[in-house]
């Protein structure tokens, strides 16, 4: 049963464009969706959270976008950079703990 | 910054061994997680634990499957009898409260410890 669903495993981006990473889920009462970073060797580091009663959260050149009607959020990275290429964890949240998805690879290239 | 430390960085065991892999959690944090990634696949949660005694599990925390904090600062888990299927990355985290609502509730990672069942 995939609560979180990241379709991507992998997305190719040219450095200094911008990415877009999408998340869809099915569990209607998560209160709160996180980004998680993971680089190889390492474990997830938080990245940007959105609450379920916003439908935009930015940090920098991160924006998270909620669509609850569609059971869909993306993370926007803009301008890319070499050091953004890891994989990204997309995490719904709520009363039983975090559910994540699969993750999708993000390459920058140059 | 204060992190999560995890050991060992990987371990391979035959199967039917116990395991314990070890975590030291930040320090003033007061729950502690477990979850593992089995390889290509999604991060799942295990089990977490507070105030001594765990406190959420999900399906894949069996009989087999057991956590303790010894001391002040380790957190463990211990696999009693490995199985081929327990092969993964099984990563720590902690957080200074539950996990309800946004912002300071995010939990920290350790960075893993791979377990190979042969």
């Known amino acids: 049963d995939q609560q979180v669903k990241q379709n991507s495993p992998s997305l190719s981006v040219q450095e200094g464009r911008i990415s877009i990473l999408n998340c869809d889920y099915t569990?209607?009462?998560?209160?709160?969706f996180l980004w998680y970073k993971k680089y190889p060797a390492e474990g997830p580091t938080f990245l940007i959270s959105?609450?379920?009663?916003?439908d935009k959260n930015e940090d920098g050149r991160f924006t998270v976008f909620l669509n609850k009607s569609a059971k869909h959020l993306s993370l926007h990275i803009v301008p890319s950079q070499p050091g953004d290429s890891a994989v990204y964890f997309c995490?719904?949240?709520?009363?039983?703990?975090?559910?994540f998805g699969k993750g999708t690879h993000l390459i920058i290239q140059p | 910054e204060p992190e999560v430390t995890q050991t060992p960085s990987h371990q391979v065991t035959q199967m039917g061994q116990e395991v314990i892999l070890r975590c030291v959690p930040i320090?003033?944090?007061?729950?502690f997680y477990w979850y593992r990634q089995i390889l290509g696949q999604k991060v799942e949660f295990l089990v977490s634990?507070?105030?001594?005694?765990?406190?959420?599990k999900s399906e894949i925390f069996d009989d087999q499957f057991s956590v303790e904090r010894p001391d002040g600062s380790n957190f463990t888990l211990k696999i009693r009898s490995t199985k081929l299927e327990d092969s993964a990355m099984y990563f720590c985290?902690?957080?200074?409260?539950?996990?309800?609502?946004?912002?300071?509730?995010?939990?920290?990672f350790g960075a893993g410890s791979r377990l190979t069942v042969l």
């Open positions: 985290a902690s957080s200074e409260r539950f996990l309800v609502g946004v912002g300071a509730n995010v939990l920290t």
């Open positions: 569990n209607s009462m998560f209160d709160y």
């Open positions: 959105i609450s379920s009663i916003k």
């Open positions: 995490a719904g949240g709520g009363a039983d703990g975090l559910t």
């Open positions: 320090s003033n944090h007061l729950y």
């Open positions: 634990f507070y105030n001594n005694e765990i406190s959420e």
